[in-house]
């Protein structure tokens, strides 16, 4: 008699299809099946006895050599089996494939622009404020930002003039 678990997720066998007679064990191990292979099959998956004595077990591929390879090429183990796994590469193609590396966020700004931030010794986070704030690109990749000490200088001499002296960028 079979059922089903409580989950609905694996098989399970009731009453006396969960033994297994040590002559089923001594047939198992000479077609190459252990022990715990046996009783997950038949305890676990429910498949009869007949079947789980008799199935060889699923062959793996050795893939130590393609591994190897794809190591030496840069190409990590993760990534590998990634290939083979999901994408459905053969051991050869995954192992020597080279990484794509992307070219990088293609810039909004005209060329040349984050030369000269950079040059004008302007941070980009700086930068990008500037331009969501709506700045000119140009002025904004130009204008050397003030120092603290500026500020407080300029609003020093906007308190003395009462208003009079404009800072356009204050």
């Not at 399970?12 to 022990?35: L, M, R």
């Not at 038949?42 to 793996?60: L, Q």
């Not at 290939?83 to 020597?96: P, Q, V």
């Amino acid at each position: 008699m079979k059922f089903l678990c409580p989950g609905g997720e694996k098989m399970y066998k009731a009453g006396d299809e969960f033994y297994i007679s040590p002559n089923e064990y001594t047939t198992a191990e000479k077609n190459g099946i252990d022990k715990r292979t046996l009783e997950q099959r038949i305890r676990e998956y429910g498949w009869d006895n007949d079947r789980a004595v008799t199935e060889p077990k699923r062959a793996r591929k050795n893939r130590k050599y393609w591994t190897e390879i794809a190591l030496e090429n840069g190409i990590s183990k993760q990534l590998f089996y990634q290939r083979i796994d999901t994408l459905k590469w053969d051991a050869e193609k995954a192992s020597t494939t080279p990484i794509l590396k992307p070219s990088g966020p293609k810039s909004k700004f005209a060329e040349g622009t984050l030369t000269k931030v950079q040059a004008n010794g302007i941070q980009m986070q700086c930068f990008r404020r500037r331009i969501r704030e709506g700045w000119n690109e140009e002025i904004a990749a130009t204008l050397k930002p003030i120092s603290k000490k500026e500020v407080i200088d300029l609003m020093h001499l906007a308190r003395k003039s009462k208003g009079k002296v404009q800072a356009w960028y204050l």
